[in-house]
């Protein structure tokens, strides 16, 4: 009786030699190092952080002050900037971005869902073959595809039209979402959709009230990548667009004129811009860890 109530204390003394070993052997784990890494972590931070910081102080300056060597961060503020964007009608470019980029996301993800439950929870013969051909689909660089797009849309009488930008950023990020989701897929327990199955339910009842609730952080990594890749997009719209699709990213490079770099009101436009993209990151932070953690960069 003794000696069966001293086993597991004798296991539990050599189980915390053996992690006091492993935390002196590995310096990670080293508690003296702890501040120093977050000295590091803060420094790399700050370093990321500080063209945004200093784009969204020189969007409160005027022209003059923003265009002076040295830099004046101190020089007196002012919204004359933001005034001037509202008066020039950003709104519609905004608009624009927004369309293309949450209903590109959308129907990536309405075509990007099933094929990944295809390639990973039900593996379809040879599907290696058809993830290297997805990922094959992103070897061509955009330019050398633009003429060839541009004619074909030209022909269809699709030139400025939102539509189009839909369609193409559709097809550009579906390679990726199908990628990242059939990673995330891959990790949901086959017992939940065997007993699924069990209960009667059909495809459509799998994916919408197995898999998404249980998949959400991946969907939400996914999501929101896509968006942004959509949102920033240049190449396509600088160049089938005219008046009515222009998107934002457009919008910006008409403060680089012949007259000048206005660089204050640039700095402003990109703020603007660049407000519904952080509001979307920091409303899905937590899926968003959880999501890319979960398989995405494995």
Same mark, same amino acid.
């Given at each position: 009786? !003794?000696?069966?109530?001293?086993? *597991?204390?004798?296991?539990?003394?050599?189980?915390?030699? &053996?992690?006091?070993?492993?935390?002196?052997?590995?310096?990670?784990?080293?508690? =003296?190092?702890?501040?120093?890494?977050?000295?590091?972590?803060?420094?790399?931070?700050?370093?990321?952080?500080?063209?945004?910081?200093?784009?969204?102080?020189?969007?409160?300056?005027?022209?003059? $002050?923003?265009? !002076?060597? *040295?830099?004046?961060?101190?020089? *007196?503020?002012?919204?004359?900037?933001?005034?001037?964007?509202?008066?020039?009608?950003?709104?519609?470019?905004?608009?624009? +971005?927004?369309?293309?980029?949450?209903?590109?996301?959308?129907?990536?993800?309405?075509?990007?869902?099933?094929?990944?439950?295809?390639?990973?929870?039900?593996? &379809?013969?040879?599907?290696? $073959?058809?993830?290297?051909?997805?990922?094959?689909?992103?070897?061509?660089?955009?330019?050398?595809? %633009?003429? *060839?797009?541009?004619?074909? &849309?030209?022909?269809?009488?699709? %030139?400025?039209?939102? #539509?189009?930008?839909?369609?193409?950023?559709?097809?550009?990020?579906?390679?990726?979402?199908?990628?990242?989701? =059939?990673?995330?897929?891959?990790?949901?327990?086959?017992?939940?959709?065997?007993?699924?199955?069990?209960?009667?339910?059909?495809?459509? !009842?799998?994916?919408?009230?197995?898999?998404?609730?249980?998949?959400?952080?991946?969907?939400?990594?996914?999501?929101?990548?896509?968006?942004?890749? +959509? #949102?920033?997009?240049?190449?396509?719209?600088?160049?089938?667009?005219?008046?009515?699709? +222009?998107?934002?990213?457009?919008?910006?490079?008409?403060?680089?004129?012949?007259?000048?770099?206005?660089?204050?009101?640039?700095?402003?436009?990109?703020?603007? &811009?660049?407000?519904?993209?952080?509001?979307?990151?920091?409303?899905?932070?937590?899926?968003?860890?959880?999501?890319?953690?979960?398989?995405?960069?494995?």
């Amino acid at each position: 009786m !003794t000696a069966q109530a001293t086993a *597991p204390a004798a296991s539990g003394t050599v189980v915390r030699r &053996v992690l006091r070993r492993r935390r002196h052997d590995d310096p990670g784990q080293d508690p =003296r190092l702890s501040p120093l890494w977050t000295f590091v972590a803060w420094l790399a931070t700050l370093a990321f952080f500080a063209p945004v910081a200093w784009m969204v102080l020189t969007s409160f300056h005027q022209e003059a $002050d923003a265009a !002076t060597n *040295p830099p004046s961060p101190l020089a *007196p503020f002012t919204l004359d900037q933001y005034t001037l964007l509202l008066e020039r009608d950003i709104t519609p470019y905004l608009i624009n +971005s927004g369309m293309a980029s949450v209903f590109s996301t959308l129907l990536v993800l309405v075509l990007a869902v099933p094929a990944a439950y295809a390639l990973s929870i039900k593996p &379809v013969e040879k599907w290696t $073959d058809v993830m290297f051909f997805f990922l094959s689909t992103k070897f061509l660089p955009l330019i050398a595809a %633009l003429l *060839p797009v541009y004619m074909i &849309v030209k022909d269809a009488g699709m %030139l400025d039209n939102i #539509w189009t930008l839909v369609i193409l950023y559709t097809g550009m990020n579906l390679p990726i979402a199908v990628w990242m989701m =059939r990673s995330f897929l891959a990790e949901v327990p086959k017992e939940i959709l065997e007993a699924a199955e069990v209960d009667g339910a059909g495809l459509p !009842t799998v994916l919408l009230r197995v898999v998404a609730p249980v998949a959400m952080p991946g969907l939400a990594a996914t999501s929101l990548i896509c968006f942004i890749f +959509s #949102w920033n997009e240049f190449m396509f719209a600088v160049n089938l667009t005219a008046t009515k699709a +222009s998107t934002a990213p457009v919008f910006l490079v008409g403060f680089i004129t012949n007259e000048g770099l206005f660089l204050a009101r640039l700095c402003a436009a990109a703020t603007l &811009v660049s407000l519904p993209v952080l509001i979307a990151g920091f409303a899905a932070q937590d899926k968003l860890v959880r999501g890319l953690s979960l398989g995405a960069v494995k």
